[in-house]
């Protein structure tokens, strides 16, 4: 049986969805494939999330990942938008939910770091519902 397919989306595609994907990767590959989007793309991953990303887990952002927009992943299995404050992109899946994460971007270190560790915890959160089938 195939891994369901996860996409971490927002609209940018630059700091939380590819810190998600990252740490998708990182934490819970043996469970799910992680992906991310958006309906727009920056130039670049947000360079304090890349920078805080190696620093705390060891991933170089900048060498797997790069900004994708929705048309750009395969279709997926379930959705997490990351909290846009605007409207979420909209993707086809069998199971939909956002984290409310605020945007760390123009903020110090401090609000990237904890960014950072809620989107570990919820990628673990998501792991554990996956593995005992509450999704999907």
Known sequence: MSKPKVAFICVHNSCRSQIAEALGKHLASDVFESYSAGTETKDCINPVA?????????IDMELSQHPKLLADIPPVDVVVTMGCNVECPYLPCKHREDWGLDDPTGK?????????????????GL?????????C
Do not use: C, M, P, W
């Not at 890349?50 to 060891?58: E, H």
């Not at 904890?114 to 673990?124: A, D, G, L, M």
């Not at 792991?127 to 005992?132: H, K, Q």
């Open 108 to 124: 110090g270190d401090d609000a990237f770091i904890i960014t950072v560790h809620k989107i570990s915890e919820k990628v673990n």
């Open 50 to 58: 890349v920078r805080l990303v190696k620093q705390i887990y060891g």
């Open 127 to 135: 792991a554990e519902r996956l593995i005992e089938h509450t999704l």
